[in-house]
Structure formats: structure tokens, C-alpha cells
């Protein structure tokens, strides 16, 4: 964790009477949340990325986690061409 994050996390939690060590825990068990999420198992169809698997995520008092359809558009448009280069 960045110093900053750490020193915000830090301040939130005091502010909420909660101590470091249960804050930064809860801060681990978040982001792992978040990252299984976004990292879930069949988000493709024929190798291609289906918008509609990725799911927004909502976590209260922390707010909501979009995913980036510029980003799925790149990687379905990089997938095209690598195809296309084997096909040549």
C-alpha cells in the first residue's frame, strides 16, 4: 500500500474508531473482493469479450467500480488483429 493511501486509510479509520491493524485487514479483504470479481472465469465468447460479463460493482460507502468498455473494445480490437495475423 502507497504511504498516502496508508496515511488516509489510517486517518478514516480513527475517525471511525476502528484500529490499524482491523482497518488495513478490511482494506485487503476489499480489494481482494474486487479483484476476483473483475477477474471472474468466462467473460469470453468465440475469444472475444462480451461487455455485458463485466459487472459493476457497488460497494457501500465506497462507491461504484465501472468497468471500462474502451479498454474491452482495445483488447477485443488487439484479439481481431492477432487473428488475422495468423490467418495471413
Known sequence: MRKKQEEILYEVASK???????????????????????????????????????KVIHIQNFGKFIPNYKRINFANMCITKEKEKKND
Open 16 to 54: 471511525h474508531g476502528i484500529p490499524k491493524g482491523q482497518s488495513k485487514e478490511i482494506w485487503k479483504l476489499l480489494t481482494r473482493k474486487i479483484a476476483e470479481t473483475i477477474s471472474e472465469e468466462n467473460k469470453k465468447e468465440e475469444g472475444f469479450f462480451i461487455k455485458e460479463k463485466f
